[in-house]
């Protein structure tokens, strides 16, 4: 089992940055861990954000490309999200996810461990 807790989310103008972390915990082999943001607007399906894997690889969505890097911490099971140029419709939950996969993948089935979610919200 896995346990995931994000932190880093809150309230910021348009233009700013914020930087998430999300922690893991248990039962893992971190170093074998695709681990990735999602996140979900008021009304609308969870979307993918970002992801990495074990070897440095990485994967964004189209909507944060350019302006979001995710980046990890193997030895502190660590995975960080970088969001500068924030916009409004940046505002989401955004969520911490991890699997054993052997490669990044975008869809909310592939994940197997979830975290509770922090609120971004963006400003105009």
């Known amino acids: 089992q896995v346990q995931l807790v994000e932190s880093g989310g809150g309230l910021v103008q348009a233009g700013g940055s914020l930087r998430l972390s999300c922690a893991a915990s248990g039962r893992i082999l971190s170093n074998y861990l695709i681990m990735a943001w999602f996140r979900q607007a008021p009304g609308k399906e969870r979307e993918f954000v970002a992801g990495s894997r074990w070897d440095g690889d990485t994967s964004y969505g189209g909507a944060v490309k350019g302006r979001f890097t995710i980046s990890r911490d193997n030895a502190k099971n660590t995975v960080f999200l970088q969001m500068d140029s924030l916009k409004p419709e940046d505002t989401a939950v955004y969520y911490c996810?991890?699997?054993?996969?052997?490669?990044?993948?975008?869809?909310?089935?592939?994940?197997?461990?979830w975290g509770q979610g922090t609120q971004v919200t963006v400003s105009s």
């Open positions: 996810a991890a699997d054993r996969s052997p490669v990044v993948r975008t869809s909310t089935l592939s994940y197997e461990y």
